[in-house]
């Protein structure tokens, strides 16, 4: 009963292909050139972007990353930023009068 099972274990290993994936010997510069490529593209892709806030924080962080490695190109980046307008600030302003009637109130004092 065992020779049967022994004969097909011998056949499928026989017969069956192994395939070991390769290990692709990849050098850091390498991978540091396309990283900073990668980057570059982000930063001509963020105008893309429906709203100037998106646009403003990807390309902060773009070139936040860029800096330490080309420099020139961070600035570029920079140069795009400070031609961005101005987002709104989404706190509203007080008027004047608003503001001194939340002053009286004080909530948070005791009264005695």
């Known amino acids: 009963m065992k020779r049967p099972f022994a004969r097909w274990l011998l056949v499928s290993l026989l017969f069956c292909n192994f395939t070991f994936a390769q290990e692709r010997k990849v050098k850091p510069a390498d991978v540091q050139k396309q990283a ?3 980057l570059g593209k982000t930063a001509k892709d963020a105008d893309s972007l429906k709203l100037p806030l998106n646009r403003l924080s990807v390309l902060s962080v773009v070139s936040l990353l860029l800096w330490k490695h080309d420099e020139k190109q961070a600035r570029v980046v920079i140069a795009r930023l400070e031609q961005l307008p101005k987002p709104r600030s989404p706190i509203k302003k007080m008027m004047p009068a608003e503001c001194s009637a ?6 948070w004092r005791v009264r005695k």
Do not use: V
């Open 36 to 38: 900073i490529e990668l």
């Open 102 to 107: 939340t002053t009286r109130q004080q909530p």
